[in-house]
């Protein structure tokens, strides 16, 4: 995957965590908020990737 996959699915689940609390939907709260986080492990893999000089 790469770093703006990553930042895609960060903002993905940002805006599904704003719309869980919003309409007090606490099941798309936390899973906005898990695909957010899920992103930024996505885009940290990606630039450690790109810092050791892999594929």
């Known amino acids: 995957m790469g770093k703006a996959k990553g930042k895609a699915k960060q903002a993905k689940g940002a805006m599904k965590e704003t719309m869980g609390k919003a309409s007090g939907d606490t099941g798309t709260e936390v899973r906005g908020h898990v695909e957010k986080l899920a992103g930024k ?10 810092k050791s000089g892999g594929r």
Request: cysteine-free; charged content about 50%.
């Open 41 to 50: 492990a996505e885009e940290a893999a990606a630039d450690a990737k790109r």
